[in-house]
């Protein structure tokens, strides 16, 4: 169990980065991250589950620019260790327990904002120090500063994973052997909604017009192209 949580705790940090600190190569998303975290825990298709059903809810909401949405990362991944560990320790294997692991994880993603914020909040302030260490010409001083930027947020991953985790330990088991049946009748209507709430965010942030122009207008092309060919 240890060894999982470590592992998990080293996905969330290198997936955490990737959001908005470095490379950006898009391993944070949650139908990359989940797959992988589960890759490493030898259940890739626990990961695969949760990362499909988790990627679409928050795609509308983009880390871009002063954006600050919920951790869909760390959600992920949590509920993807969370949902491995204790279907070992529960003999389990079953989309239940997977469910309830994901819906106890979803609302504790919440302080993956606040981490972030706080983040951000004091990323802003070593500008000060960096500037004062150009002042100087000290550029070791400054390089400092971008190492420090980077810790707070390597900081703010860990700690949202850390609190998905806890809470997660400490809840499920004790609603599981109350939630188990009912989640065994609704599951499959519980699977079908979470990836159409996503669908719905994003359907109501597009301009439906201009979709539908762009769309007529490629099939045009498309058909006009294969009729020239």
Partial sequence: ?????????????I???DRVAILQIM?????????LTGLLLGEPLVGLQIGVMVELLWLARLPVGAAV????????????????VLGQRFNTSGIELLLLCLLIAIPLGKVGQYFDHYARQYNVRLIRYVDSALDRS???????????????FSLAAIGTYAVILSGGLLIIPFLWPFLQQ??????AWIQLSLPLVGIAVILG????????????????MSFLLMWLV
């Fill in 27 to 35: 391993i944070s998303r949650p139908i990359v991250a989940a797959p």
């Fill in 182 to 187: 009912p989640l065994s009748y609704s599951s």
């Fill in 1 to 13: 169990m240890a060894i999982n949580l470590a592992f998990g705790a080293l996905i969330s940090l």
């Fill in 205 to 220: 942030t597009i301009n439906v017009s201009r979709a539908i122009t762009l769309f007529c207008a490629s099939f045009c």
């Fill in 69 to 84: 949405p919920p951790d869909d990362t760390q959600v992920a991944i949590a509920s993807s260790v969370l949902a491995i």
């Fill in 138 to 152: 000290s550029l070791l001083v400054a390089e400092l500063q971008h190492l420090r930027g980077l810790t707070s």
């Fill in 15 to 17: 997936c955490g980065l």
